[in-house]
């Protein structure tokens, strides 16, 4: 559910609001990069408590690695580059003042990691109103038609994800789901989408369960689950709230296969269903559904090497996590295009991020910071080709990713066993 909370609007002209704001408001020109001194800032505007906390680390840690590997390679035009936290607390109210804070008080503020989908709508449009470029987790399809050239998402829509979980649903034969979601706004932005493409597909929805996070108990709504005889659930919930309902969902005899969503890859996560049904049952009935991209290209080992190198990450969880690459990836392409218009100012190096994704047959093949600075000074146009290999982004900054099909394994990790065909999700039209 998009709820759209209202709020005033900032006096960003009364104040000058981080070093991009301050310099296009000044001139037009922006940040010239001698007139800047000391570090440079990304925001990390994400929930880091909460239900939707996991997000936030998800998040940081992309951004850890982007700066290790700015900072090894000499730093964006010889300054070196930080990731500073504002915790939206997974709540829209909190955002907003999360946002002001950040934009006012942080020095050399150059770019954006954030907002989450809980939180986006109210807050992207102080952050345009600040000509400050941001990428995005928000998987909110609110953004499916963004118009504005200051967001930037990596990862698939919501609508993309909620339709592929069902398309694998039907592929597997059931035709009752169940849908269990905690009320946290980055869960509920998968519900709308997934009840309009099981109607496409003909699939019965027997209950559409809505969960307040981290209560106590869940026995209520389980025997209505029961009672309700689906085949299959499809569910995105907190591990605490997962390993609750799921643990009273076995002691009621009432478990079935599960399909999950990319909550499915935290650990946390893995650990509170193993608890909670056991690693047989997990090997039997838990299967996920996440966006993927091939962990092999040079981009990606530029950047596995990088997390392994980086204080504050977790390279057993996020080496192959698409969203700590995506947001790799973004960290990197602000640089460079930093880099190329010898400017920290998002008003003036915003345009090449596009440019950069390209290809192009006079274009230089770049796949970490360290090669794309050489072909710029070399005076070469690139095409970035980073942790996530190419990357497709339509007219609204958006992209269409292939999703893998995972199977929990014996030995305790998930493993792709094969993909969502896309033509199937595309072919599912909900508007």
Request: with cysteine.
């Amino acid at each position: 559910m998009n709820v759209q909370v209202p709020i005033r609007k900032a006096a960003i002209g009364a104040v000058c609001l981080g070093l991009a704001a301050c310099a296009s408001s000044a001139n037009g020109s922006g940040s010239n990069a001698s007139s800047v001194h000391g570090a440079l800032t990304f925001g990390v505007l994400m929930p880091f408590s909460g239900p939707s906390a996991p997000d936030g680390v998800q998040t940081l840690n992309g951004c850890l690695v982007a700066a290790h590997a700015i900072d090894v390679s000499g730093g964006i035009l010889g300054h070196q580059v930080s990731c500073k936290q504002f915790d939206t607390r997974s709540d829209p109210v909190d955002t907003v003042p999360a946002a002001r804070q950040m934009l006012s008080t942080t020095s050399n503020l150059v770019g954006v990691y954030g907002p989450d989908s809980g939180e986006a709508v109210p807050v992207t449009p102080l952050l345009e109103k600040a000509h400050m470029t941001m990428f995005s987790v928000a998987g909110d399809p609110y953004y499916d038609h963004n118009p504005s050239p200051y967001f930037y998402r990596l990862q698939p829509s919501d609508d993309w994800q909620s339709k592929s979980l069902v398309v694998h649903a039907k592929d597997l034969g059931y035709h009752r789901i169940a849908l269990v979601f905690t009320t946290d706004g980055s869960a509920q932005t998968n519900d709308p989408p997934m009840v309009l493409a099981a109607k496409k597909l003909g699939l019965t929805i027997t209950a559409n369960q809505q969960i307040l996070a981290d209560q106590s108990s869940y026995r209520s709504q389980v025997a209505s689950l029961i009672a309700s005889h689906p085949q299959a659930i499809i569910t995105e919930t907190d591990p605490q709230s997962a390993g609750t309902y799921f643990s009273e969902l076995a002691q009621a005899g009432g478990l079935v296969p599960m399909i999950v969503t990319g909550e499915a890859s935290y650990t946390a996560w893995q650990a509170a269903i193993k608890q909670a049904i056991g690693q047989s049952q997990m090997q039997k009935l838990v299967s996920a559904v996440w966006a993927v991209a091939d962990p092999t290209g040079p981009g990606w080992q530029t950047y596995a090497r990088y997390i392994a190198q980086t204080k504050g990450t977790d390279p057993k969880q996020f080496t192959t996590d698409l969203y700590a690459r995506s947001q790799y990836d973004g960290g990197v392409l602000m640089a460079l295009a930093m880099t190329k218009a010898k400017n920290f100012s998002p008003v003036v190096y915003n345009k090449y991020i596009r440019e950069f994704l390209q290809p192009g047959p006079n274009k230089t093949v770049v796949h970490n910071y360290a090669e794309g600075v050489a072909a710029l000074k070399a005076g070469k146009d690139i095409y970035y080709v980073g942790a996530l290999g190419p990357i497709k982004m339509n007219s609204y900054n958006n992209v269409e990713t292939a999703m893998g099909i995972q199977q929990w394994q014996s030995n305790g990790t998930f493993k792709q066993i094969g993909v969502v065909p896309n033509q199937e999700i595309a072919a599912i039209v909900l508007r």
